[in-house]
């Protein structure tokens, strides 16, 4: 039989475990970057699970929702957690996985009035939201008033559609938008697992590519 032994490893080790995957001076970007997430659902809790894993060095996460067993086929939560504020479980899922990274949670919903002070630590903003006047005010805000942040939005990652027309688009050097940009969840069968997660992955990828310096302005 064989003994199950719950070991963290030490800072020194996670560090270096990741330097030997990405590279010293690469894994240096990831660590000291500060990335913010918007909305904790499909998207947001991927995203945060993929970034994570990546050892970037902290993430903001805003949500102002509970876990719902509506949620549990596409989103990075437990059944355990249901009823929890999406900040706070999923913050102990991502500290489970990356025992050192730093999370901020902001449990509240986001607004004009609040959206500068919110974001204004984060060097690139993920925008995860489901609804269309909340994602709109959230681009429109941080492309008039921070426009010195990167921001990857989404949009169109619904139904059983090919997993192909899922892209990146970039729209100026700052702002980028993952999905089929067509899709929509009232069109039919609505939200798949596996679609929103390549969406999610998407805005993930693009997130570590802007950090890595591969995506430079124009």
Same mark, same amino acid.
């Given at each position: 039989?064989?003994?199950?032994?719950?070991?963290?490893?030490?800072?020194?080790?996670?560090?270096?475990?990741?330097?030997?995957?990405? /590279?010293?001076?690469?894994?240096?970007?990831?660590?000291?970057?500060?990335?913010?997430?918007?909305?904790?659902?499909?998207?947001?809790?991927?995203? $945060? *699970? &993929?970034? &994570?894993? $990546?050892?970037?060095?902290?993430?903001?996460?805003?949500? #102002?929702? %509970?876990? @719902?067993?509506?949620?549990?086929?596409?989103?990075?939560?437990?059944?355990?957690?249901?009823?929890?504020?999406?900040?706070? $479980?999923?913050?102990?899922?991502?500290?489970?996985?990356?025992?050192?990274?730093?999370?901020?949670?902001? +449990?509240? %919903?986001? +607004?004009?009035?609040?959206?500068?002070?919110?974001?204004?630590?984060?060097?690139?903003?993920?925008?995860?939201?489901?609804?269309?006047?909340?994602?709109?005010?959230?681009?429109?805000?941080?492309?008039?008033?921070?426009?010195?942040?990167?921001?990857?939005? &989404?949009?169109?990652? &619904?139904?059983?559609?090919? $997993?192909?027309?899922?892209?990146?688009?970039?729209?100026?050097? %700052? #702002?980028?938008?993952? /999905?089929?940009? *067509?899709?929509?969840?009232? @069109?039919?069968? /609505?939200?798949?697992?596996?679609?929103?997660?390549?969406?999610?992955?998407?805005?993930?990828?693009?997130?570590?590519?802007?950090?890595?310096?591969? %995506?430079?302005?124009?």
């Amino acid at each position: 039989m064989w003994e199950v032994v719950n070991i963290i490893p030490t800072k020194e080790e996670w560090q270096s475990a990741l330097e030997e995957r990405h /590279g010293k001076k690469l894994q240096e970007k990831f660590s000291s970057a500060v990335v913010c997430i918007c909305g904790l659902g499909g998207l947001g809790s991927n995203i $945060a *699970v &993929a970034l &994570a894993r $990546a050892g970037i060095g902290k993430l903001i996460l805003i949500d #102002f929702d %509970r876990v @719902d067993i509506t949620n549990l086929h596409r989103q990075q939560y437990k059944v355990c957690q249901l009823g929890e504020y999406k900040t706070n $479980a999923l913050k102990e899922n991502l500290l489970e996985i990356a025992p050192y990274l730093k999370v901020e949670i902001h +449990t509240q %919903r986001l +607004t004009k009035d609040n959206i500068t002070q919110l974001l204004k630590d984060a060097d690139i903003i993920c925008e995860a939201l489901d609804i269309a006047e909340f994602k709109a005010m959230l681009a429109n805000e941080v492309l008039e008033k921070m426009p010195e942040k990167y921001l990857v939005s &989404a949009s169109g990652m &619904a139904g059983m559609g090919d $997993a192909n027309l899922i892209k990146t688009r970039k729209i100026t050097s %700052r #702002f980028y938008i993952c /999905g089929d940009e *067509v899709s929509d969840v009232n @069109d039919g069968i /609505g939200l798949i697992s596996s679609r929103v997660m390549l969406c999610a992955a998407h805005q993930a990828h693009i997130v570590l590519q802007i950090i890595s310096e591969r %995506r430079k302005l124009q």
